[in-house]
């Protein structure tokens, strides 16, 4: 069963432009969270999603969204990028909503200069 | 806000030892945790999770919760170079949200 994949891997953007990460969940699961890791705030919840609606959203500026399509597979835009942005964006998928078992992708690394 | 401390480590083992990582969580409230291995560069790996009190076992892995102490553990048995990396402990709820512990370093010495 393949896991679960993000694009792009790796990318970098200089500030004030926008970004958006993808992320395709294992198959047969219908929760798709967002996560932003640095190594000074560590694993921070951005989003959950699921049936094509966020259901959760953690304390991350209006800058950040996302939407979940009818497949499941899932997006995250990032607007207006500041330097503070640069990060590992990890996305993970779930059997169901409320399972907690999350699976990551490989997560995809923005660089804002 | 909730909240999930782990010990700030780095810790570190011999090769064959017990290694006993812990965590602490602020709301009374919560059911489920989990335990993620996050080796250098790559995501983060579910490896345990655990839902009662007591212990659950899964190989070299035991996972120990106590609810009344809101402490959780993880025991790695026979430790091995190739269990070094950083643990993650996390606290997970019903709305699909995860609460992440800033991790501890464990390093495995041959």
Redesign the interface.
Known sequence: KAGVTQTPRYLIKTRGQQVTLSCSPISGHR?V?W?QQTPGQ??Q?LF?Y?SETQ??K?NFPGRFSGRQFSNSRSEMNVSTLELGDSALY?CAS?LE???????????SRLTVL | QKEVEQNSGPLSVPEGAIASLNCTYSDRGSQ?F?W?RQYSG?????IM?IYSNGDKEDGRFTAQLNKASQYVSLLIRDSQPSDSATY?C?E????????????TTLTVKP
């Not at chain 1, 909503?97 to 997560?107: A, D, P, V």
């Not at chain 2, 790559?42 to 579910?46: D, G, M, N, T």
């Open positions: 929760s969270s996560y560590g694993l919840f959950e699921f259901r959760n953690g990890l779930s909503r409320g399972n907690g078992e999350l699976f990551f992708g490989e997560g | 489920s989990f993620y790559k995501s983060p790996e579910l999770s993650l996390a997970g709820d019903n709305a699909g949200k995860s609460t992440f512990g800033d991790g």
